[in-house]
């Protein structure tokens, strides 16, 4: 008899060391899982739709409203911080854990995350998610809540996906009979939208030919044919159409106009397909205009290098402005072919203005 409980006694102590070699993991994933995911479980693209079903028995089900955000309904503006909080409940929970990460379209995780609430929650998965700590999966009532914050990426083609994985355990010690959530909801960049800047120069006088440059914001002008026209402010359907529109880039085009004689007075508002900036541009009175030999004069070469000549203007007042509205050159036409040096402008398009005995001529002068 004392031989045979020896024996027992042996055979416990030899089987006592296997027994703790299986159950170190066990009591190891507990001991993980009460202070937080191991990482990648949140049921997103990117962990490839894993959640805590991974450990724990059951099927994810899918739960709404449980992630929210203070981001704006317009969306999301890069480089702005917002806040991030998770939510759920289960009725009888008795330990409530998550894990949240952000990803682009394609997987990707965006954004950077921020730990807001250090004593309830954590970084897991190489700071690309949030989880809970040990203090943190304690619930109230049948509720639990976690709050963190998130820098908006830039460049991200495509919504932002928020997801999350919850794990509303019984707190049996086991990885039986606890039920898994997982939630999701999708956030836009904010897309401000086109707007016109400014139109330059802004002003011209009745009977002249003005070539402007205008200006805007969020537009993509390249690769299209806008359309444009100045609107008079009291009278909407008088029109004035740009004669051509030359478009420098996706927030730059020339628009050239022909002031009419007849055109009112006053403030106008400049057009831009849908966009309209209004009272802009004004259009001035002119009197006293005589035809005289001005609409005679000629200039050339046009477009010109290092000169140009001015035919047929004997005493008129001759200004150059680049696109900007800037004065580059101001002289008097001292004689019938007068040679004007323009070697100091640099390449590009420039206004040039004749003016004569009460009348006015504006002209392109293209510069190699």
Same mark, same amino acid.
């Given at each position: 008899m004392l031989l045979l409980i020896s024996k027992t006694i042996t055979n416990m102590k030899k089987l006592y060391p296997f027994l703790l070699v299986i159950a170190t993991p066990v009591i190891l994933l507990l001991m993980s899982n009460s202070t937080g995911s191991t990482g990648g479980k949140?049921?997103?693209?990117?962990?490839?739709?894993?959640?805590?079903?991974?450990?724990h028995t059951g099927t994810a089900n899918t739960a709404t409203n449980w992630i929210t955000t203070d981001v704006p309904s317009e969306g999301y503006t890069p480089g702005e911080t917002y806040t991030i909080t998770a939510t759920g409940t289960h009725a009888g929970v008795v330990k409530f854990g998550f894990e949240l990460t952000v990803e682009d379209s394609q997987g990707n995780k965006v954004g950077t995350l921020l730990i807001t609430d250090p004593t309830r929650t954590?970084?897991?998965?190489?700071?690309?998610?949030? !989880?809970?700590?040990?203090?943190?999966?304690?619930?109230?009532?049948?509720?639990?809540?976690?709050?963190?914050?998130?820098?908006?990426?830039?460049?991200?083609?495509?919504?932002?996906?928020?997801?999350?994985?919850?794990?509303a355990a019984n707190g049996n010690g086991s990885t039986g009979g606890d039920v898994i959530y997982k939630s999701s909801i999708f956030i836009a960049q904010?897309?401000?939208?086109?707007?016109?800047?400014? #139109?330059?120069?802004?002003? &011209?006088?009745?009977? !002249?030919?003005?070539?402007?440059? #205008? !200006?805007?914001?969020?537009?993509?002008?390249?690769?299209?044919?806008?359309?444009?026209?100045?609107?008079?402010? &009291?009278?909407p359907n008088e029109i004035i159409s740009a004669t051509s529109v030359t478009v420098i880039n996706n927030t730059t085009l020339h628009a050239d106009f022909d002031i009419p004689y007849p055109a009112t007075p006053g403030f106008?508002?400049?057009?831009?397909?849908?966009?309209?900036?209004?009272?802009?541009?004004?259009? #001035?009175?002119? !009197?006293?205009?005589?035809?005289?030999?001005?609409?005679?004069?000629? #200039?050339?070469?046009?477009?010109?290098d290092q000169r140009f000549i001015i035919e047929d203007a004997n005493g008129a007042e001759l200004s150059v402005f680049n696109v900007k509205g800037e004065l580059m050159i101001n002289l008097k036409v001292m004689n019938e072919n007068q040679e004007v040096n323009i070697s100091q402008l640099s390449r590009g398009i420039y206004v040039l203005k004749i003016q004569m005995n009460g009348m006015i001529r504006t002209e392109k002068l293209l510069v190699n």
């Open positions: 949140t049921g997103s693209i990117g962990d490839d739709g894993t959640t805590c079903t991974q450990c954590h970084f897991t998965n190489s700071n690309h998610a949030v !989880t809970h700590t040990a203090a943190g999966n304690v619930p109230a009532g049948n509720m639990n809540s976690w709050s963190m914050d998130w820098v908006a990426p830039s460049n991200v083609q495509g919504n932002v996906g928020i997801y999350a994985a919850f794990n904010y897309n401000p939208p086109p707007v016109l800047v400014s #139109i330059v120069p802004n002003q &011209a006088e009745q009977g !002249t030919n003005v070539m402007t440059t #205008i !200006t805007a914001e969020n537009t993509m002008f390249g690769g299209s044919d806008p359309v444009v026209s100045l609107t008079h402010q &009291a009278n106008w508002s400049v057009h831009v397909d849908d966009m309209i900036l209004g009272d802009a541009f004004q259009v #001035i009175l002119v !009197t006293g205009l005589t035809d005289g030999n001005l609409k005679q004069s000629k #200039i050339y070469p046009n477009p010109a």
